[in-house]
Each structure stands twice: as structure tokens, then as C-alpha cells.
């Protein structure tokens, strides 16, 4: 079952430009994490934010977490072309007995030069 | 850095066949996941591992099976494979099931005819 949910599905800018992606989820959770897809390629990790915080920044990133709307934000600050992907935020939230991460369906980002 | 490496990038195979994608890590990591991704649909988790020779079931778990024989390897297994099971199938590893993150393998596009 999809426990997170990327919006929007896809978002086209020009290269300087910010852009920001949302999450939300369902049901509680531990942390959420963000990641990055090439085409083709493997998921890399972007960024960890635990339930208990409410703002982290890595370099360009900045993402944001509110326990209490059950969402996320993700934003990317001077994008460049190297940063078109999709992206994925993932939660931990127990399931049932199986664990692992649960994957939203992701935001496309084109970066425009 | 840690590695997660997946057999083959690509593989073609027959219906009916018996399929085998292999996942190695090198950072002696407990846990070690199989998802497979597809259009519109996202990561679904299949199976985890959080021990050798203990798996537990995913969310889509029916026509695949796992073997964990030795820490460092996860395999999934195809037991007769079906054209429905054409996807990419991503490997991850990761040390706590909690509040860390997953390192992705490249991923392999396999395609069932």
C-alpha cells in the first residue's frame, strides 16, 4: 500500500529557478526520508528527517516536516540541470509486522536550462 | 563508500523460466530489501531480510521468493516467471530497519516474453 504521496507529479522549471516538492502520508511515522532517481538508475539518499524535527537542510536541500498535517516539503534552492530526477519520500511506518520503507510514487523535476 | 551491487543491469527472459536476480552488499548491513518499480505504481516492497535466512513478506509478495544465505547477499527468485513480471527490481541495504537510510543497488530491467 502507498503511504506517501508526491505532488506534484511532475514540475518543469527553468535552471536557477527553486523548486519545491510536497509528500504526504497516512499513518505515523518515525522518520521520512527523500530520494532521488536518475533515469534508469538506482535511488540515492538525499536526506532523513525524524518525527521529532521539523526543518533540516543539506546544502541546496531544505525539507520540512509537519507530524501534525502528516506532510513533507522538499525544496531545492538555484536548481541546476544536474538535478533533474524524480524524487521519492519515503516513510518507515510499521506494516503490520513487515518493515521497510514505503515509497510515494514520486515527483518528475525537469530542469529547463 | 558503501556498494550495492545487483547482477545484471538488464536481463530478458522466457515465461515459464526460473529467474534468479542476485544483490550484494559490502557494509555488513542487517537488512536488505527487493522492490520493483513500475510505471504510475512506484516502489513496492516484495521482500526484506533482517537476518540471515530470516524474510519476511512484503506488500506484493505472490509468484517470488527470496533466499539469504550469507549476510552480504539477497537473492530474489522468479519461480516461473510471467510477462506481469517484467519491471525494474531495485535492491536496497540498510543497517537498522529505523531511522536510517537504504543504499539502492543500480537496478535491473528485467523483461519476461
Known amino acids: 500500500s502507498q503511504q506517501g504521496e508526491e505532488d506534484p507529479q511532475a514540475l518543469s522549471i527553468q535552471e536557477g529557478e527553486n523548486a519545491t516538492m510536497n509528500c504526504s502520508y497516512k499513518?505515523?511515522?518515525?522518520?521520512l526520508q527523500w530520494y532521488r532517481q536518475n533515469s534508469g538508475r538506482g535511488l540515492v539518499h538525499l536526506i532523513l528527517i525524524r518525527s521529532n524535527e521539523r526543518e533540516k537542510h543539506s546544502g541546496r536541500l531544505r525539507v520540512t516536516l509537519d507530524t501534525s498535517k502528516k506532510s513533507s516539503s522538499l525544496l531545492i534552492t538555484a536548481s541546476r540541470a544536474a538535478d533533474t530526477a524524480s524524487y521519492f519520500c519515503a516513510t518507515d511506518a510499521e506494516r503490520g509486522g513487515a518493515d521497510g520503507l514505503t515509497f510515494g510514487k514520486g515527483t518528475h523535476l525537469i530542469i529547463q536550462p | 563508500d558503501v556498494k550495492v551491487t545487483q547482477s545484471s543491469r538488464y536481463l530478458v527472459k522466457r515465461t515459464g523460466e526460473k529467474v534468479f536476480l542476485e544483490c550484494v552488499q559490502d557494509m555488513d548491513h542487517e537488512n536488505m530489501f527487493w522492490y520493483r518499480q513500475d510505471p504510475g505504481l512506484g516502489l513496492r516492497l516484495i521482500y526484506f531480510?533482517?537476518?540471515?535466512?530470516?524474510?519476511e513478506k512484503g506488500d506484493i509478495p505472490e509468484g517470488y521468493s527470496v533466499s539469504r544465505e550469507k549476510k552480504e547477499r539477497f537473492s530474489l527468485i522468479l519461480e516461473s516467471a510471467s510477462t506481469n513480471q517484467t519491471s525494474m527490481y531495485l535492491c536496497?541495504?540498510?543497517?537498522?530497519?529505523?531511522?536510517?537510510?537504504?543504499?539502492f543497488g543500480q537496478g535491473t530491467r528485467l523483461t519476461v516474453v
Open positions: 531480510s533482517y537476518d540471515v535466512k530470516m524474510k
Open positions: 536496497a541495504s540498510s543497517f537498522f530497519v529505523f531511522n536510517t537510510e537504504a543504499f
Open positions: 499513518t505515523s511515522i518515525n522518520n
